[in-house]
């Protein structure tokens, strides 16, 4: 059965900083690409990170490029995505993603709020 468990998501303020956490299980973590979307309220889900398989080579979106980090433990079968200098646009559902081929496999989502 595959699982992907998002955690670390809350309230923050502005100029704050969370880690995301994706523990996985039931399928091969370390062939496949993963990834870190958000959905805002009212918009289309949005690619925020992706580290690739098998060189770990990542890729983020403009909006978040020196602030965000992601990284992966092939040994733990959990990606992270690191947020710094966090800003209210950055509110949103954050969704861990893994894929390999046709395999394409969602987390459930962790919420992130950006409010003084």
């Known amino acids: 059965q595959v699982q992907l468990v998002e955690s670390g998501g809350g309230l923050v303020q502005p100029g704050g900083s969370l880690r995301l956490s994706c523990v996985t299980s039931?399928?091969?973590?370390?062939?496949?690409?993963m990834s870190w979307y958000r959905q805002a309220p009212g918009k289309e889900r949005e690619l925020v990170a992706i580290?690739?398989?098998?060189?770990?080579?990542?890729n983020y979106a403009d909006s978040v490029k020196g602030r965000f980090t992601i990284s992966r433990d092939n040994a733990k079968n959990t990606v992270y995505l690191q947020m710094n200098s966090l800003k209210p646009e950055d509110t949103a559902v954050y969704y861990c993603?893994?894929?390999?081929?046709?395999?394409?496999?969602w987390g459930q989502g962790t919420q992130v709020t950006v409010s003084s």
């Open positions: 993603n893994a894929k390999y081929w046709t395999y394409n496999y």
């Open positions: 039931g399928f091969r973590f370390s062939i496949y690409d």
């Open positions: 580290i690739t398989s098998p060189r770990g080579t990542t």
